[in-house]
């Protein structure tokens, strides 16, 4: 197919595709599933060979958050049953991250609810980071603290921090329909931040929330912009208490098309699979390591996933490996100091032009449906004036709501009961 082998060359030079070619890939028919993993497998194995990151969540502080995200059950007038607890003592989370660790995982993410710490909030981070680093060797640690003030990203690199995560979640035109208290320009400043202060930028999106195609690829080509190291994909778990508990819009399908979507966009920036693994992507979760190169262990936020030990055995069972703290997750020309820029040249066509931010690392996501007409709609339009030689075609039926894959988190850090790693 045509389209596939342009995208597989530009992924190999690293160049954009064009935002036709984009939405082909979201266009793509069941019948040409398989082709389009494969084709973005072999750049995902370019770049990332067959290793898996692996990275752990500690929630140091979860629930009753003043802002109003409507695809989190953390925010403000959540009726979610989740878990409720202030700051983790350094000591707690350290023993929590101390879990992941062990399970495998070579980043810790330390997340926080709310809109954006204290300078209070950052020294008590600050300690959390030392504690965690002086114990475990050659630890990645990255904070998810929400929108930062100036001077608080260059504190935490001070601490020790490796990582400042941020998603944008979805495209500044429909920002506005998920979340009223903070603005996108608000995150794409906090993750500009985080670049400015030397650390590694972490920012992604939330897919499922209701947005068109055309949403998703803005997202993803103003991620692409932002220059991130790592780009998380989360899938909307629907949870029940929150304002998107209703929008069950993926399937299996439509999620590897999205992850393959990404890969082609952002080639050689680590793209991770985050929250709603389990829920949306159920028995084909092996097919998406071929695109993604890192996933998160255990459980998320305020949800459960999989047992630890069965994202393992799925890693090894499909062929991969999990990347051990010797190796180094991007490509050299990304590493520290000798950064070309993103993932691949801004010059490349198609790069959108939105600017280019909340916590959020792998929470559940969700908004009201408002399909785009046309271009790469939920309805199975057509691709407009691409390189379509795939042929679109309307694919998986709506997805069934599965309720029952949906389990809130009661174990783990802010309990008594040991964590899922
Ligand atoms: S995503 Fe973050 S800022 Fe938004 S409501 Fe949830 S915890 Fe608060």
Same mark, same amino acid.
Request: net charge negative; charged share 25%; with cysteine.
């Given at each position: ?5 342009? +995208? ?8 954009? !595709?064009? %935002? ?7 266009? =793509?028919?069941?019948?040409?599933? +398989? ?7 072999? &750049? ?63 980043? &810790?993410?330390?997340? @926080?609810?709310?809109?954006? !710490? ?36 260059? %504190?935490?690199?001070? @601490? ?7 998603? +944008? ?20 400043? =906090?993750?500009?931040?985080?670049? @400015? @202060? ?7 999106? $939330? ?16 991620? %692409? ?14 949870? /029940? *208490? ?15 098309? $999205? ?10 920036? /680590? ?7 389990? &829920? ?38 499909? *062929?991969?490996?999990? /990347?051990?703290?010797?190796?180094? =997750? +991007? !490509?050299?020309? %990304? ?11 801004? /010059? ?25 007409? *046309? ?43 040991? !964590?899922?790693?």
């Amino acid at each position: 197919m045509d389209l596939l082998n342009t +995208l597989v060359d530009k992924g190999l030079r690293r160049e954009t !595709p064009t %935002r036709g070619e984009a939405l082909a890939v979201l266009a =793509t028919s069941d019948d040409d599933l +398989l082709d389009v993993v494969a084709a973005a497998g072999k &750049v995902r194995r370019h770049w990332f060979g067959r290793r898996v990151k692996l990275n752990y969540l500690v929630n140091l502080k979860s629930g009753l958050c003043p802002e109003d995200c409507s695809y989190c059950s953390q925010r403000l007038g959540s009726k979610a049953d989740i878990l409720k607890y202030t700051w983790l003592k350094p000591g707690d989370a350290s023993r929590a991250a101390a879990a992941g660790l062990a399970g495998g995982a070579k980043r &810790v993410c330390l997340v @926080a609810s709310g809109r954006g !710490p204290t300078d209070r909030d950052v020294d008590r981070v600050s300690e959390t980071i030392r504690a965690i680093k002086d114990e475990n060797e050659g630890v990645e640690v990255c904070a998810c603290l929400g929108l930062l003030s100036d001077g608080q990203a260059e %504190r935490l690199r001070a @601490a020790g921090a490796d990582a400042y995560n941020h998603n +944008l979640n979805t495209s500044e035109s429909t920002y506005g329909e998920i979340t009223t208290t903070h603005t996108y320009a608000d995150r794409v400043d =906090t993750v500009n931040k985080a670049h @400015a @202060a030397g650390l590694s930028a972490c920012s992604g999106l $939330i897919a499922g929330m209701g947005e068109s195609d055309e949403d998703l690829v803005d997202v993803v080509y103003a991620l %692409r912009a932002l220059d991130p190291d790592s780009v998380p994909v989360n899938f909307l778990i629907p949870v /029940e *208490g929150t304002p998107l508990a209703k929008e069950w819009n993926l399937t299996p399908q439509r999620c590897l098309r $999205i992850l393959a979507m990404v890969r082609f966009v952002c080639p050689d920036i /680590e793209v991770r699979i985050a929250g709603g693994r389990e &829920v949306h992507l159920r028995t084909m979760q092996p097919l998406a390591l071929h695109l993604a190169n890192s996933i998160f262990l255990g459980d998320y936020l305020t949800t459960e996933g999989q047992a630890g030990k069965a994202d393992l055995e799925m890693i090894a069972d499909a *062929g991969f490996e999990v /990347e051990g703290t010797d190796q180094v =997750t +991007l !490509p050299e020309h %990304r590493r520290a100091g000798g950064s070309e820029g993103g993932c691949g040249s801004h /010059e490349g066509a198609g790069c959108g032009s939105h600017g280019g931010g909340g916590c959020g690392a792998a929470e559940e996501a969700g908004r009201g449906p408002h399909a785009g007409a *046309g271009c790469g709609s939920h309805e199975g339009g057509g691709v407009c004036g691409t390189a379509a030689q795939v042929a679109p075609a309307a694919s998986a039926a709506p997805a069934e709501p599965r309720t029952d894959l949906v389990a809130l988190r009661h174990r783990g850090a802010g309990t008594d009961l040991a !964590p899922n790693a």
